[in-house]
């Protein structure tokens, strides 16, 4: 669970790779962590699809992308 501040929908997709909740959104912000606490197969679910994207945002993967941009750039 985090606000759309900054980054964060970026990293995380709604309801797919976690909760976005409206930053200043308090209500939003106590309903999506209630969810979260009553629903085990939505954190899992969420859990493994963030896992996944957190791979886009690996120190291998930024390695590999700025050594191919400095290939191009030759």
Do not use: C, H, W, Y
């Amino acid at each position: 669970v985090t606000t759309t501040a900054g980054g964060n929908p970026e990293l995380i997709e709604d309801r797919k790779a976690g909760l976005l909740v409206p930053t200043g959104d308090r209500v939003g912000l106590e309903a999506a962590l209630r969810e979260m606490l009553a629903d085990p197969a939505l954190r899992t679910a969420l859990a493994a699809n963030a896992k996944l994207k957190a791979g886009a945002f690996s120190e291998a993967r930024m390695v590999e992308q700025t050594a191919a941009f400095f290939e191009k750039q030759v």
